[in-house]
C-alpha cells in the first residue's frame, strides 16, 4: 500500500473519532506521509489542525495539533510555523508525556523542525524506555542520531544511524531506511568514512526512488556536498554548491543558506566579490539564539571585503562567541577559513593558530574526515597537530575484537556491531554500561547479545568473558 493512500484512510478513519484518537490518527497519518510529500502535500493538516484548535480541551490533542500546525506551516514556508512549535515543546515539558510514544514523537519533530538539534538528545532516555515496535525505534532513533550528527555529535550521531538503518531494514521500512540511510551518508564523510559515505549515498538514492521520498530527494544533494568537502575535491565541490544553489535544493532554509554562504566565501576569495554579494542579497542574517547566530554578520562583512584588517579582526572577534557545543563544527570551519586565508597572505605564525583551533574542534566533534584536511594545511605552514588529534579518526570495530571471539562450529561470524557489544560485556560492563560507551540504547545491546550467545554457543556473560580469555 503507498504512503498516500495509508495517509487518506487514517485521515478518514479520523474524521469519525473521538478527538484525541482523531488527533493520533492524523498524527499517524502527518508520519507516513513526512518522509515522501512535497511542501503543499502538508497544508491539508494545517488546515485540519487549525479547524480543530477551537475545540481543543486535552493537553494531549493540543500537543499534537502544534505540532502538524507548526511543522505544515513551516515546510510551506508560513510564519506562524515557529510559535506552534515553541507551544507544542512547552505542553511537553509541562506535563509527564515522556511514556506516550505519540508525543513523544511530536515534540522530538517540533525541536528539529525548530532547528535545534541540539535538543534531540533529550529524547534519547525516553525513546529507550518506550516499548516501540522497531520501526518506531528506527524512526525514532534516526531522527535522535539526525540530531546528534547536526549538533555536531558524529561519533554518537552515526552509531544511532547506524542501528536505525539496520531495524529498518530488518521490518521493511523503506521510507526511514531511506532517510536514515541519507543522514549516515552525510554523517560518514564528515567521519572521513568516505567508502561507506559512497554506498550509502548510492543506497540512498535507490531507496529514495523506490519509495517515492521526495524529502530525501531533496536530502541527498546535500549528502554529495559533504562528500565532495570531505574528499577535497574543490572543483567538484564547488560545481555542487551552484547546482543547490540555483536550485534551491536543501531540506530546510537553513541548510540552503549554509550553502550560499559557502559559496559566497569561495568567490570572495576567487576575487568576484559582487558575485558573493548577490548570492547574499537575500539571506538575511539570523537572530544570535540560531546555531551560528553571532558570527554570521560579521562573516558576511569579511566575504564582501576579505582583504581587509577590520573585517577580518571582526570575524576573528565573532568566532569567539561561538561557544555553545551545537555551534563547534561552524566555529571550526570559521577558523579553517581564517587560517587558510591568512597563509595566503604569508601571516604564519596566526594561520597556525587558527588552524590548530580548527583541527582541535574536528577532534571534539569527530570529524575525522575533516581534521585530516585542516592537519594537511597545518603541516604546509610547518605547524604540529594539536595534542589529542593526531590519532583521532572513524570509530570502527577493532580488528582484534571480531578474532577475539569465532563462532560456534557451523554458526556464522559475529559481525562488527555484535563484536564491539561483545567485547564491552566481556569487559564486565553493564547493558546500560556498555550502550553508554558504543552511544547505542540499551535494547540494543540487549538485541545483540542474544544473538552474540547464539552465535558463539555461550549461555551467559561470565561464558562469554571466558571465550575470550581462552582465545586472547
Known amino acids: 500500500m503507498s504512503t498516500e493512500i495509508a495517509a487518506e484512510r487514517l485521515l478518514s478513519a479520523a474524521d469519525g473519532a473521538d478527538p484525541e484518537r482523531a488527533a493520533r490518527l492524523a498524527f499517524r497519518a502527518f508520519v507516513a506521509l513526512s518522509r515522501t510529500a512535497d511542501s503543499h502535500q502538508m497544508l491539508p493538516f494545517l ?14 490533542t493540543e500537543l499534537i495539533y502544534c505540532t502538524l ?36 514523537e511530536c515534540a522530538l519533530t517540533a525541536a528539529l523542525t525548530l532547528m535545534r538539534p541540539h535538543e534531540a538528545r533529550r529524547f534519547a532516555p525516553l525513546v529507550d524506555a518506550l516499548d516501540l515496535t522497531p520501526v518506531d525505534r528506527a524512526r525514532l532513533l534516526a531522527m535522535i542520531g539526525a540530531g546528534d550528527a547536526w549538533a555536531g555529535h558524529l561519533v554518537r550521531g552515526q552509531a ?18 531511506a532517510e536514515a540511510t541519507s543522514w549516515l ?21 535507490g531507496l529514495a526512488a523506490r519509495v517515492g521520498s521526495a ?24 560545481g555542487l554548491l551552484e547546482l543547490v544553489v540555483a536550485t534551491d535544493a536543501g531540506v530546510t532554509a537553513g541548510l540552503q543558506h549554509e550553502h550560499r554562504w559557502e559559496l559566497a566565501t569561495h568567490h570572495a576569495l576567487a576575487g568576484r566579490p559582487r558575485l558573493a554579494a548577490t548570492l547574499l542579497a537575500d539571506v538575511a542574517d539570523p537572530p544570535d539564539s540560531w546555531p551560528g547566530g553571532p558570527v554570521l554578520p560579521a562573516w558576511r562583512a569579511w566575504i564582501l571585503d576579505p582583504d581587509s584588517p577590520a573585517t577580518t579582526a571582526a570575524l576573528t572577534a565573532a568566532l569567539g562567541r561561538l561557544t555553545r557545543p551545537i555551534e563547534q563544527l561552524l566555529a ?37 574526515g575533516l581534521l585530516a584536511l585542516v592537519l594537511k ?75 552474540i550467545f547464539r552465535k558463539l ?12 580469555a581462552r582465545t586472547g
Do not use: M
Open 215 to 238: 524529502w530525501v530527494a531533496r536530502h541527498l544533494p546535500e549528502c554529495t556536498v559533504a562528500l565532495a568537502f570531505a574528499r577535497g575535491d574543490h572543483d567538484a565541490w564547488v
Open 332 to 368: 571550526a570551519r570559521v577558523a579553517w577559513l581564517l587560517g587558510a586565508h591568512h597563509g595566503r597572505s604569508g601571516r604564519r605564525g596566526e594561520a597556525a593558530r587558527l588552524l590548530e583551533q580548527a583541527s582541535a574542534g574536528y577532534a571534539r566533534a569527530g570529524a575525522a
Open 457 to 468: 554457543g555461550v549461555r551467559n556473560r561470565t561464558e562469554l568473558a571466558a571465550r575470550r
Open 377 to 451: 594545511d597545518l603541516r604546509l605552514l610547518g605547524g604540529q597537530p594539536p595534542a589529542g588529534t593526531q590519532g583521532a579518526g572513524p570509530v570502527g570495530v577493532d580488528p582484534s575484537a571480531a578474532a577475539a571471539f569465532p563462532g560456534a562450529a557451523g554458526r556464522p561470524a559475529l559481525t562488527d556491531a555484535e563484536a564491539r557489544v561483545a567485547a564491552a560485556i566481556a569487559d564486565g560492563l553493564s547493558n546500560r554500561e556498555a550502550a553508554q560507551r558504543l552511544f547505542v540504547s540499551v535494547k540494543t545491546i540487549e538485541f545483540h547479545l542474544g544473538n
Open 160 to 177: 544511532e544511524l547506524r542501528e536505525a538503518v539496520r531495524l529498518a531494514a530488518l521490518c521493511d521500512s523503506l521510507d526511514v531506511q
Open 69 to 104: 500546525a507548526g511543522t505544515a506551516a513551516t515546510r510551506a514556508g508560513l510564519p506562524d510555523g515557529p510559535e506552534h512549535l515553541d507551544s507544542a515543546l512547552r505542553i511537553f515539558d509541562q506535563n509527564a508525556f515522556g511514556d506516550d510514544p505519540v508525543l513523544v
Open 185 to 205: 551518508a552525510k554523517c560518514d564523510a564528515l567521519r572521513g568514512d568516505l567508502d561507506e559515505a559512497a554506498d550509502h549515498l548510492d543506497q540512498a538514492r
Open 47 to 60: 488546515a485540519r489542525a487549525r479547524k480543530a484548535h477551537g475545540a481543543i480541551r486535552s493537553p494531549r
